[in-house]
């Protein structure tokens, strides 16, 4: 079974537009941290934002924001009035505290391009 | 601040010919290192991570191999490539104590 689940693999939003990309995730743990990257074209993976599951407090970076319903296993990413330059691919990914490592599992991630 | 550099960032090579792929990171001690893959429209594969010097975790099997030589310097090699190791090839860092990784610019391989 996939531990992280993104199932938006292409969105289109109007600039200035708010945007949530979706992320739902697969653990028994209970500690584990949550993470989203922005992958522009050029290829690089940027790090946006980092929510860890015993965080009180949804995760916020300037624009962005993590919708962390733990719950429902879901971190979803919240882009506020988006920009051109938010085109791009997203990824979510989760860091499970194994004893001696840690790996990080990625989605499959969601294409954003926002229109002018 | 910390940086991490890739090298080269772009390579064709010929199947069955060998590879080196460099990844060094500036500006931090001790880190953990990691060599990811990303095919083409997809996310990414975990391939190697490495807590110390000479310290190498596989996560798939294959026929690539890590090395790291020193303790800020991981090396990603194969003696003879396949069609199927074209991809996107990303190195990371992330503290010795639980952290966020932060990757490299990235080498594109593509196999012929």
């Known amino acids: 079974a996939q531990k992280i689940t993104q199932t938006q693999p292409g969105m289109f939003v109007q600039e200035k537009e708010a945007v949530t990309l979706d992320c739902t995730y697969d653990?028994?743990?209970?500690?584990?941290?949550l993470f989203w990257y922005k992958q522009p074209s050029s290829g690089e993976m940027i790090f946006l934002i980092y929510?860890?599951?015993?965080?009180?407090q949804n995760a916020t970076e300037g624009r962005y924001s993590l919708n962390f319903q733990k719950a429902r296993k879901s971190a979803n990413l919240v882009i506020s009035a988006s920009q051109l330059g938010d085109s791009a691919m997203y990824f979510c990914a989760m860091r499970e505290h194994s004893f001696g490592n840690e790996k990080l599992t990625f989605g499959t991630g969601t294409r954003l391009t926002i229109i002018p | 601040s910390q940086t991490i550099h890739q090298w080269p960032a772009t390579l064709v090579q010929p199947v069955g010919s060998p590879l080196s792929l460099e990844c060094t990171v500036e500006?931090?001690?001790?880190?953990?290192l990691y060599w990811y893959r990303q095919a083409a429209g997809r996310g990414l594969q975990l391939l190697f991570y490495?807590?110390?010097?000479?310290?190498i975790s596989s996560e798939v099997p294959q026929n690539l191999s890590a090395s790291r030589p020193q303790d800020r310097q991981f090396i990603l090699s194969s003696k003879k490539l396949l069609l199927s190791d074209s991809g996107f090839y990303l190195c990371?860092?992330?503290?010795?104590?639980?952290?966020?990784?932060?990757f490299g610019p990235g080498t594109r391989l593509l196999v012929l």
């Open positions: 929510q860890g599951s015993y965080d009180e």
């Open positions: 490495s807590v110390g010097i000479g310290q």
């Open positions: 990371a860092w992330s503290p010795t104590r639980p952290g966020t990784q932060y």
């Open positions: 500006g931090t001690s001790n880190p953990n």
């Open positions: 653990t028994s743990d209970q500690s584990y941290g």
